[in-house]
């Protein structure tokens, strides 16, 4: 204890040190002055045993500020005085009179005041060896231990004359010397009287004495006396909080026992919450200080849950943080803001010593954060402690927390709010790891998952807006690195950061516009679709600031005029794209924006030459290709349409461009034309033909065989100069930019353009479809080219003229739909003679990487399929199979009639054998992009092609109302967009390594919307496609009722039916795919989820009032669920079940689930019947099932029971009924469906015996019996499927069976053998049975093996090694366990033969010269015998010893 003392003693006596340097200081301030005055600062001379005997040992005491002097060694000072009083006359009551004699003397403040501090070197006769710093004379008198007691009492005695006195003139506080003097003492004498003492003058002393107290305990008292303290410190802590820091200080340093320091802690725990600010880092250095293996976890858990760094951030702190946007934020707000702010700097230090030399306490921290598992629990600490384990990286791997980071943001529970909680209200502390940030946003940026994206890019930006400018500067480098990496979805995202933190903070990224700069030297790596982002970029940052970006804008203009100049296509595209976002940043006109308004400046006549010079340029480069011209077109539409142009550069872009149209594109209608052409000359969908006197039509033919014709004819376009190619390539977006060009000068009046709406187009004679094989190549190409310019005019024009409210001209729109699904049905038999057709472009800012698949016969495919079929059947012929079905291969089979929500009606008919099949979903580039207005014609009401009238396209006075082709066309694009924008997983991977291709193709309009603005955009359509559903329900409910029940009906229209099917079924997707939407999850889309959900449950039932979130889901629920009666398709069952299930998912109502399993079992016990009268069947029929079975299995009360009914009274149903028959009870049952329930029933099997909780000693009787009925229950499903094996017993259904048959013994293994071993004893009876049962069931595996061996089919002997390794495993822990309950002798080991399925056994060589019989085991019922299975060799050794030793070997392993 003394070395302890020692060592401590020069660094922890800081309080004596400055007592020494304010008596020096005061001395040398007045010593001139007072030198003079000798008198007032004499020796203190008198006859006092006290003044005496101090004078006599070596002290002389001084008067005045004088320090007494001390003439010897400290030690022999205290030698002297005790020799002095042990050896006076008058022992023991010298010792009374000298302590009567001191205290006297003190009664002087000035004298008590110099015993209390050091005392000085007497100068005459200073010996070599002397120290140079002495104590005081009161802690030399209590080194003597005759006098420590009676110096103490009265120590304590003078220390309340003190407490109350305010700062003195000398500014020496007399209580801290007092409490100074008995620290690190050599000895104490009665330890348990001073730690009474003490404690009784912290119960009476006011705050600043009792801290000072408090703080020296450690010093003072002895360790004995440390928990005795420590007990008293912690009830004080409960009372005052005001002491917290004191006392921690103090209980840091003193030698608790484990069990009171686990107390102590504890109590700091619970007034963490109430802590103060300032004594904050104080509470978290006592709680982390003294951690151990053993509770690391536990008060890691604690600390968590108890600090609130939200109380941190003070309401000043608010306000200084408003008033700083606002610029009224004041000086003392401030200086309070930062006091705060560097507690919690402090604290976070704390915590950074504590992880980084502490590994225990960096894996509680790892642990604690990994064991919150919803993101309401996680808190800011979190993700700061994160990053101090990332930056600390010695005790934790940086690794570890990417990869915790990583999991904590795909499952949604550290999401962008906490970012931005950590990042705005404690910058401080999170600016002091910004390299760890850096790190830790490169990496989450390059991952796959989308979310996980999203949180870095959100890290890059906050750490832009929320540090300095070297951060600033790292972030730009950083982001800039990333779009260099030549990754698609890595290049998009940080150009997507950037672009955000141009628009939201451009005077801050203009100083690093020339960071920018240096990615144009990588633009070859770029798509169209980045180059866009990356010049706007640039040309923000050139042009916004004024001369501030001025140093860019020469090297921008320079760049753009090479790429012009090329005469490569992609380079010439940068080129445009380029110069058209140059021009729209500087003629961006800032009243008409929002973002960066005060950093525009109103155009100047320079801006305006430099961009009308652009301008020229630009189309003068690009009008000698049609390729250039369109997107040069598709570019200026893009920048009229954002409106937000200098009016005098709107006015000149839009002065010639309808000029230009009807010059290039448009002739007079006239009624004989000459036929020049290729194909015959005919004018075609004239929507106003009592106007065709002096009409105008499209000139498309003439202008297509012109380009085509110049286009053969080498160097043609080179020799015409400078002449300008007109090509019906550039049409569709030539009156793109026309018709935004108008809406933008006429506020959306259209009056002037409004005569192309309904205007004829140039085409051929459409008959000629019907014999086109007869057609050249060169003429079939020219149709197939021709009808791909009509539907895209038709397309566009349709974009243009949607939004139109007058009646007229909503039904010229209706009819141009229908042309559009007219002219799609041609093309589809034009392409079908026209192999090795590659269409015109209609999409121009995209990259084309594929060519659209060649079109391949079903014929031949069927051809190929019964090939197959036929060389499986001749290899099978050796084996017993009489009840195997070839339908029961995995062979692909005739696809089902049902459409996928991403292929045209008119696909989804039945083809003619010896025909070829064409999908135009695979020409879906070559079409242009419909705008989302587009969908608003969803509001007219359907009427069926039954209901039409035979006069629809004659002059009628009604609206034409939307046809269901029409319908299909614009719900299959809808369902599209809403597939491409409204993500259902926040987890959906982005491909790294592979590019997204065609993906992107076709959504270009599309990607300049938010998800959270497609998702308010399709909540205006729920009414209407609610009207569609609910007619589609009602189609196929009359065409139900009238025909008891029965889709198919001879005499019926198929191809309504099933464009009706279609509409059924891509509405139900459209629901699905909005619900489903990842976004609903956040709040600030929780007001549009419920709208939406009003929209549904109000066409059950219109509410008076507003309903709450919980009654809104159940009335949704049940107005989706009144149209299961009438699903037409399998598809569409599993899309409604989906949607059901959606809805269900975000709903607290418990019923759900089981009206859920009701519907699914509805779906399997339905028979799918086409319109045609045939069955549905196919592959993707088999994959709706598959999902069916899945869900009512899933939601279903007793999986296994189900699985009973389906596989105990389903297949034996439809083992009795004939070749095409089908199970009564589950009409889906068949015999080519039954792989499908096969492979789920032992999926589904499998996952249920893994949930039931493994046996332990522990369990209840109720729990053991309740266990083992499940058991039984599995193992007696297991039995009925594995005996299937016997009749159904195909390749595929062998696989099944012997995959998932060893995943079963496996999990009997791990968990049901524990619970045998423990269950025996008391039911003997049910673990018999349940042996006995399993035990049939592994002998039909062996057999199985045996099979798969005879066959030497590689893909079922894969299967056998694993398996015979459990089933050997198996035969062993049965004996285990009877040896454990020590019925060791009912076991005995016998040979299994080799057999095949049916049971015969498959003879080898020695078999056959053994005349013995079949040596299986068996099972005596009295006796519990249990039958081993053992692994069979070739030779059937029967050697029982080996077979056991091999077991033994294959345990050990």
Known sequence: MVAKRRLSKSADDDDVVIAKDQSTAKKSKIGGRKRIASAEEGEVDDDTVFVQLLKTAGVILKYGNLPNKLTLDQAIFQKKLYQSLRKHARYPNVVQEFIRGMESYIENRDKFRNCLLPCGQYQEGESSNTVNYQESLIKLLLGIEILQPPVMNMLFEKIPEFMYDGVPEDGINLPRLIINQFKWLDRIVDSKDLTNKVLQLISVAPLEIQCDIITSLPEILEDAQHNEIAKELNSLLQQNTHLTVSILDALSSLNLRAELLVEVRHS????????????????????????????????????????????????????????????IAKGTSVSRENGSNDCVAIMFDVIKAAVRFQKVTAEAWIKAIESVDSAAEHKVIDLLVLLILHSAGASISKKQVEKLLRSKIRLDQIRDQLLQVAFRSHALVVREYFPSVLSLAQTLLR???????????????????????????????????????????????????????????SS????????????????????????????????????????????????????????????????????????????????????????????????????????????????????????????????????????????????????????????????????????????????MFNLDEEESEGGIVINLLPLLSNSLTNASIDGKRSKQGAKKCVSPVSLASFF???????????????????????????????????????????????LCSLLFHAINWFREVVNGFCKLQDIEMKGKVLLRLQNITQLQGLLEKCITATPGY????????????????????????????????????????????????????????????????????????????GKVFVNLANYRAYFRELDINVFFALQSGLVTKSQLDSELHTKVTEVVQLGSAELVFLLEDLSRKLDYMLVANVTKKILFLKVKGDRDVGFSHLRQMTPQQLAQ?????????????????????????????????????????????????LLLQILNTLFAWCGFAQNENRKLLKSALGVLANRLKAGDGELGMEELFRQTFRYLQNFQNTIPRCASAVT?????????????????????????????????ILPTGEKEKGNKYNEALDTLLCIYLKHTDDVLKSVEEIAGVGVPELMNSTKEGNSRTFPTLTRQTFLVFYRVMMRVLDSSVKEIPSGTQSDSAEVQIEKLLRWNLAVRDFHILVNLVKVFDSRPVLGVCLKHGRLFIESFLKQGMPLLDYSFKKHRDDVHSLLKTLQLSTRQLHHMCGHSKINQDTNLTNHVPLLKKLLELFVYRVKAMLTINKCQEAFWLGNLKNRDLQGEEILTQQSQEESGGDEESQLPEDDMEEEVEEEENDECESNVRKATRDAEDSDSD
């Open 1017 to 1065: 955009f399709t909540l205006k359509l729920l009414n209407p496609l609610c009207n569609h559903l609910e007619n589609a329900h009602n189609f196929f409910q009359a065409l139900m009722a009238g025909n008891n029940g029965v889709v198919d009906v001879l005499g019926s229209d198929v191809k309504e039916s099933q464009r009706m099917a279609a509409c059924y079924h």
């Open 736 to 782: 793109r930019l026309l018709r935004l060009c108008e809406e933008v000068q006429h506020d959306g009046n259209l009056e002037e353009i409004d005569a192309l709406l309904g205007c004829p187009l140039h085409l051929t004679n459409l008959e000629l479809v019907e014999k086109v094989e007869s057609l050249s190549k060169p003429e079939r190409e020219l």
């Open 447 to 505: 991952s796959p998952d989308i979310s996980v994206v999203s949180f870095g890019s959100q890290m890059y930006k906050y750490a832009f807006m929320m540090f300095d400018s070297y951060c600033q500067q790292e972030v730009v480098g950083a982001l800039v690195t990333h779009v260099c990496s030549g990754f698609t979805a890595e290049v998009d995202i940080s150009l997507d950061v950037l672009t955000d933190l141009v628009s939201q903070s």
């Open 508 to 683: 801050a990224m203009a100083i690093y516009a020339v960071f920018v700069k240096g990615i144009l030297d990588y633009m070859d790596n770029l798509s169209p679709q980045q180059i866009r982002k990356l010049f706007f970029i640039l040309s923000t940052l050139a042009f916004s600031r004024g001369l501030e970006g001025s140093h860019i804008q020469d090297d921008m203009h320079i760049i753009i005029r090479k790429q012009l100049s090329s005469t490569i296509s992609k380079y010439k595209r940068i080129g445009i794209i380029g110069a058209v976002m140059m021009v729209g940043s500087m003629a961006c006109d800032g009243s008409k924006v929002d973002t960066c308004s005060s950093d525009l400046p109103a155009m100047s006549k320079e801006s305006f030459r430099q961009a009308t010079a652009l301008l020229e340029l630009v189309r003068s480069c690009s009008e000698h290709s049609p390729e250039a011209a369109a997107l040069y077109y598709d570019e200026m539409a893009n920048l009229v349409q954002k409106g937000n142009l200098d009016p005098q550069v709107q006015e000149l872009i839009g002065r010639s461009v309808l000029d230009d149209f009807q010059e290039d594109f448009v002739v007079d209608l006239i009624p004989d034309i000459a036929n020049k052409y290729l194909l015959p000359l005919k004018c």
């Open 1136 to 1168: 409604l079940t989906q949607l059901l299930i959606v809805i269900s998912s975000r709903s607290s109502d418990s019923q759900c689930k089981e009206k859920i399993a009701t519907i699914a079992r509805g779906f399997l016990c339905q028979s799918w």
């Open 268 to 327: 700091v725990m619970l007034t963490l919450s109430a802590v103060k600010l300032d004594d904050l880092p104080v509470v978290v250095k006592f709680i982390l200080h003294a951690i151990t293996t053993a509770d690391a976890m536990e008060v890691i858990r604690e600390l968590r849950k108890n600090l609130e760094l939200e109380s941190c951030v003070l309401p000043c702190q608010l306000q200084a943080s408003q008033g700083k946007q606002n610029q």
């Open 838 to 913: 590659v269409p015109p472009l209609a999409n121009f800012d995209s990259e084309i990487t594929e060519v659209p698949p060649t079109i391949a016969p079903a014929a031949v495919a069927k051809k190929r399929n019964k090939d197959l079929k036929g060389k499986r059947k001749q290899k099978s012929e050796g084996s017993k199979n009489s009840s195997t079905d070839s339908s029961q291969t995995e062979e692909p089979s005739e696809e089902s009639q049902m459409p996928t929500g991403n292929t045209q009606g008119k696909v989804w008919e039945n083809n003619e054998e």
